[in-house]
């Protein structure tokens, strides 16, 4: 969609994010067109400028529990200062209050309090602020913006229940969901800057779906009208890029006739079908047509090789009845498909007659799961496919088995098999008798549980070595991950709660457990439990970019433990196209956006570009010039001299966690970015300095 700047008035600024923030007037344009585009990754002379020096960040306390008196103090000491003359809730009527959604302590001894913004008792969907105190607990500024909402907006009764809202989005949704819908009553501004009564529907199908689906509708509570919609779920390819061959389920195999058969007055008419493979029945689906001139009295019946028969049609009635259109036929899965099938048409009363004209069956064979290998020990070292010989922490059980399940680490890092199946749930252990991981003889889903496991860890080690955060959520949330999704699965997603992972087809990609995708993927739940980038439009393409951002700084942080993981520019490339010979392609570049025939790397070109995969190379580039240095290919614009990996993912951290809100737009990530270089390194600082350089090449002043 075209999206358009809103300004809105600040609730107040701090000095740090008071550059201009211009509108964005380009007029929309054609979208581009969406394929794959692969060039050569980064040079070495461009990797050198990365630099390998590790500074450890101080140790900060992270998230505070909301109900322990500290974050209570923090909040009361916020909410005196957003409004002096009322301070926190009262029992008098307040238009606009702010509901506290999580306080955390940083490693520079500041507290943040994010609050929501509630309008009349009904919250306003994606707008947030946050307040910052010093180490005295003083307010010293105040981060987020708000515009004026209409008086009565949150008072008025909607025309619509939740329960429309659902059957609308339902309506849009066309998939049956796997999880009860769920609505929740909320105040949303639209593109023009108006403010609206609606309900927020969410509705999730990731069941067997190649791209799993958390839809969110934004429902008009009075007059139905969908304002927007969007999928939480981006996974591995962006959600507009063509599937390669092999990512999707088993393909159906189908079997026609079109010869036509005279149906009888009171007669019985056959025709046989014949399927030579012998695959294993998932879906069943009947096509038929047939014209018949006195309804109700046919009788269809399909019977499987087997014998087994399911009445199609069996109706009574007058009039014409023409049987035409598509039968989902349950009850022949777990048959086999192989031989023939039978389709019989019962003609029950006098004096009509009709025509079967032609018929068909479209069978989806069952997803098959290979042969789990039992290990032997012939190495002493845990073995990865993508990253060498690496040193993983696992847990014994009391049968002597050793699980990919690390207690050192937080609340756990954990690795499990979801056995090919379409969903990845419950706790199937991947075990090893000796503890020595990706042996030879383990096969490769051995090995591809290893990357999974060393992924999480080494990203779980860079957020709290580098970034001083305890896991996603700054309390040592646990790390879950799922590998062997689905049966030649070419995608890895966060759903939320956990990581996906599949196998891949072995063409387009080998198992999507490569460093950088599972720090990518992982820093879905980062941006999550922190400033929850809404996944559309500019802040969409902010999520999407700070994942890339982040996995590149996973994979770079292994490279200075491991010499075996070589880190560079390019996303994804160790599990891409392993058949190719090649170690560079990739899904997507930060040092140049554009190779990929998809991306952009200036924001002049926003308005052809808004899928936030293909938009995300806007802060992608940004940051790429910030650490390494370099020159954005669009705007000629150079940076001379980046500051480092290190220093650069401590501001880009510090921007997410501490002032961005859910609607942050790439101007206001220029501005966030900038305070939090301040904040590091000074306002006169180089740093700062090169923040504001980099952003400008990418042409967001």
Known sequence: MTIRRVDTKPVSVRPATTEAQPKNTAKAATPLTTKDGFGPSARPTELARAEKTLTQAPAGPGRIALTSPEAQQAVQASLNHINPLKGAQTLLPQPTTFVPANVERDALGMTHVR?????????????QIISHLDKDGKVTGVTGEQSTVPAGLGRELPKLNTQSAIDIARKEFGLKPDKQPNAERVIYQDKAGEYHSA?????????????PQKM????DANTGKVFESFNEIGGFYGSNRAAPKGAAAPEPITATSTTKAEIVDQGTVTSKLAFDKDVTIDKLKLDLDIAHTFKGDLKVTLTSPSGTSAVVHDRKGGSTDDVKGSFDLSAFAGESAKGEWTLTVEDKARLDKGTLNGWGVSITPTETTPPVEEPTNKTVDDTSLYSG??????TKGADGKYTLEDGTRGKGVNTYDAMNKTTASGKTQITDDNNVW???SDGPRTKAAVDAHYGAEMTYDFYKEILGRDSIDGAGEALNSFVHVRTNYVNAFWDGTKMSYGDGDGKTSGPLTALDIAGHEITHGLTERTAGLIYRNESGGLNEAFSDIMGAGVEWY??????EVKFNWTVGETAWTPTNGSNEDGLRYMNDPKKDGYSIDNYKDYPKQTEVHGSSGIA???FYLLANGGTNSTSKLEVKDGIGMDKGLKIYYRALAHYMTPNTTFAQARAAT?????????????EVAKVKESWTAVGVN
């Open 115 to 127: 609050l929501d913004r509630v309008h009349e008792g009904v919250k306003v969907f994606g707008e």
């Open 216 to 219: 969110n509708y934004l429902v």
């Open 199 to 211: 309900y927020r529907v969410q509705m999730q199908a990731i069941e067997g779906q190649d791209r």
């Open 674 to 686: 900038i305070t939090a270089a301040t904040d590091l390194y000074g306002a006169d600082s180089a």
């Open 389 to 394: 010989k690496v040193a993983l922490e696992t």
């Open 438 to 440: 990706g042996e030879a």
């Open 620 to 622: 992608n580039n940004a």
């Open 558 to 563: 292994a490279s200075t433990k491991n010499p």
